[in-house]
């Protein structure tokens, strides 16, 4: 069975940094181009990062840009994203997802889509 399952999140302060990791099971990651995204209350679902499948090369959306990187783990069917310098606006359930045609901040073009992982910046 295909699934992706992100882990990491968690409650920090403003200012600390989390990593999160998008695991595969039952298909591999390098096939695909993944993305992460995020969704806060109340919110649309938002385009965070994006690494292409072929030439690794990465993407950042503007919210976050300089304050995240997205990297492949190596033979561990795993994508990281690190995010440094939180904000409590960074609140939100984040997403990661696999998309077969290429890198995008439109979450329709993702498949396959991991439960999320809660991130709470707050003091």
């Known amino acids: 069975q295909e699934q992706l399952v992100e882990s990491g999140g968690g409650l920090v302060q403003p200012g600390g940094s989390l990593s999160l990791s998008c695991a595969a099971s039952g298909f591999t990651l390098d096939n695909y181009h993944i993305g992460w995204f995020r969704q806060a209350p109340g919110k649309e679902r938002e385009g965070v990062s994006c690494i292409s499948n072929k030439d690794g090369m990465t993407y950042y959306e503007d919210a976050m840009k300089g304050r995240v990187t997205i990297s492949r783990g190596n033979a561990k069917n795993t994508v990281y994203l690190q995010m440094n310098n939180l904000k409590p606006e960074d609140t939100a359930v984040y997403y990661c997802?696999?998309?077969?045609?290429?890198?995008?901040?439109?979450?329709?073009?993702?498949?396959?889509w991991g439960p999320g992982t809660q991130v709470t910046v707050s003091s």
């Open positions: 997802a696999t998309a077969r045609w290429g890198c995008s901040a439109n979450a329709a073009l993702f498949g396959s």
